[in-house]
């Protein structure tokens, strides 16, 4: 592997980062020290709240204001403009000079840091026009060549684009280009993949590679999941808390973790290679915390000494067993309207003629690429989406025919968990009026008080307690917030329920707690799942089947084991391809590629 420069480009010493509220003070960064060097890619790795994306901004300076300061420590760096400064003490003008030129972000939400009133074009080359002397023309055309960079298809179109006219992954390459715009010396990526596609991700990973080999540029790539960045990074840095619990060469990271909370992270994570089991691990089964926050590691649990054993045998449904679910040529087509009288021109065909059938208490995994019909699909199995034609007999009714009233009561069997539970609840309702809900709707028990004992039970049943009947969706994490939308779904007793992309975004350590909960009430409610997802891992430990979708069709199916093994489309074989595997031998080959692509560009 190709040493470091001799003199790191950003070399962090004892940061201290708080949060100061009427509850107290919070240390959410505690005596953190780093180093990043040229051409070198640094992973911060931790679940939520750990305090890497606080690292983050305390090093661009965007935590400079109540309730947050920077309490202590140094952060110097070498500025092409400045020499060598400490950016906590660098002037506000020149840090903004910085800012933006020398040191770039990537945002985790693109949808959020783009500014919907401007075209995509027009805001990066704001960034041009700030910190060079480009001329408006001149920072277009450098603006569509950061795009034709970014591999975006039709860049003098994207140009023109407005941000909710592109897609989640075309967005991300827009903020890449904004970052690069300025050829800094550090990019920060903060969690740029997140609920990525994995074909879009392993490309977005590839970008930022290829960015930094070609610009020497320094890379602090902040995410939750080590299996992301297992092939991209040089060192990884773990996070627990505010602090730094371990840092690594990736190779000596992945093969000979230290501390418990590292193994913790990488065994939580569902993998291609791993037997079927019946649970997944997480953190708490590799570490005990005492009320000090002293750690230790925990010696082997039930739940470890039960993955050591053979995996349940799956449940045989009979042949003759009538499905509960069976979708007959469905269609779901979208008109394309143009011209002064709005004639339709053409349909977008989201789904397009699908069949498929769902045993009782089956899980059938549903993937594919954004875009590929998978979660229109999905809604239109609740008439959320209305078909365009076919039949979806649930239960021997062909709920494609059913009036209004009919199809109000027909969803208590059939429900829906959505991918972002925070936008799901009502923030002016507590969770527990949020569950008791759909029993009003449905005129479910006698009386409110039986229908919120029923609500406490629900609570307890997903992980949560009583005493959260009475807070509100913001008092909660995204974990617990998906508990609670799971708990609503399960207050009408349904036999089916769509999870919707349902642990797309979460921390790998509550990602698996919440698909060992899914699987545990499958097992006590005999419940069928439509598991809809683009991480084909996840797909695999969940699901009895899956469904291969591309462009509104259902173009393979089988079980994990025959689509994995031997997939019989290409399509099926780029997703499998896609998924970081953060196996040693991938790792070493990966490094072997980095080292190549460096000497090459020198």
């Known amino acids: 592997m190709t040493l470091p420069a001799t003199k790191p480009i950003l070399k962090v010493t004892d940061l201290e980062t708080v949060f100061s509220t009427h509850r107290g003070t919070t240390k959410a960064v505690d005596k953190v020290s780093f180093e990043v060097y040229p051409g070198e890619t640094v992973a911060i790795v931790g679940e939520s709240g750990s305090g890497k994306s606080v690292t983050s901004l305390s090093v661009m300076r965007l935590i400079n204001t109540p309730p947050g300061r920077i309490a202590g420590g140094t952060a110097i760096f070498q500025s092409e403009r400045f020499g060598e400064v400490d950016l906590f003490t660098l002037p506000e003008k020149q840090m903004q000079q910085v800012r933006g030129n020398e040191i770039s972000m990537i945002f985790q939400e693109p949808m959020s840091s783009l500014n919907p009133v401007y075209t995509c074009g027009k805001q990066v080359a704001e960034v041009l026009l700030l910190h060079t002397n480009l001329s408006k023309e001149e920072a277009r055309n450098r603006t569509i060549s950061l795009f034709e960079k970014a591999k975006l298809p039709r860049p003098e179109k994207i140009y023109d684009a407005y941000p909710h006219e592109i897609s989640g992954g075309q967005k991300q390459r827009v903020m890449i280009a904004m970052a690069m715009a300025c050829e800094p010396s550090i990019l920060i990526a903060d969690e740029p993949t997140t609920a990525l596609d994995v074909t879009v991700q392993a490309r977005m990973l590839e970008l930022i590679d290829e960015l930094r080999v070609k610009e020497n540029t320094a890379v602090l790539f902040i995410t939750h999941d080590l299996g992301v960045v297992a092939e991209i990074a040089d060192r990884i840095l773990v996070m627990y808390k505010g602090k730094l619990v371990e840092q690594g060469r990736v190779l000596d990271i992945f093969t000979n973790p230290q501390h418990p909370y590292t193994k913790g992270l990488l065994a939580c994570r569902p993998k291609l290679t791993a037997k079927a089991q019946s649970i997944l691990p997480t953190v708490s089964d590799f570490m005990v915390e005492d009320a000090q926050g002293n750690i230790t590691e925990r010696k082997k649990s039930s739940i470890l000494e039960e993955l050591e054993q053979p995996a349940p045998a799956s449940i045989k449904l009979k042949e003759t067993t009538e499905p509960l679910l069976e979708v007959r040529n469905l269609k779901v087509y979208f008109p394309i309207k143009k011209g002064f009288f709005a004639r339709t021109t053409d349909y977008v065909k989201a789904v397009d003629n699908v069949s498929f059938t769902v045993q009782p208490g089956e899980t059938i995994g549903l993937v594919g690429e954004s875009g590929c019909g998978k979660t229109t699909l999905g809604r239109s199995l609740l008439r959320l989406v209305e078909p365009t034609d076919g039949s979806i007999l649930f239960d021997g009714v062909d709920i494609a025919k059913l009036s209004a009233e009919e199809l109000r009561k027909s969803r208590r069997d059939f429900q829906m968990i959505f991918q972002d539970p925070y936008a799901s609840l009502n923030p002016m309702h507590t969770v527990g009026e949020a569950i008791m809900e759909p029993m009003h709707v449905h005129k479910l028990y006698n009386s409110n008080q039986e229908r919120k004992e029923v609500t406490m039970q629900l609570l307890e049943k997903v992980g949560l307690t009583r005493e959260h009947f009475q807070r509100y969706p913001h008092e909660f994490s995204g974990g617990q917030r998906q508990r609670i939308c799971i708990a609503r779904a399960l207050a009408l007793q349904p036999k089916c329920i769509i999870c919707d992309e349902s642990v797309s975004a ?72 896609a998924i970081p595997k953060g196996e040693p031998e991938d790792i070493i080959k990966a490094q072997q590629k980095r080292d190549l692509m460096k000497a090459g560009s020198v």
């Open 506 to 577: 979460l921390d790998v350590s509550v990602q698996a707690q919440v698909l060992n909960l899914l699987n545990k009430l499958k097992q006590e409610f005999g419940i069928t799942y439509i598991f809809i997802t683009h991480d084909l891992s996840v797909a695999k430990y969940m699901s009895d089947r899956i469904l291969v979708m591309s462009k509104g069709q259902i173009i393979e199916s089988g079980t994990p084991d025959q689509l994995y093994l031997n997939p019989q489309q290409d399509y099926t074989r780029v997703l499998i391809n």
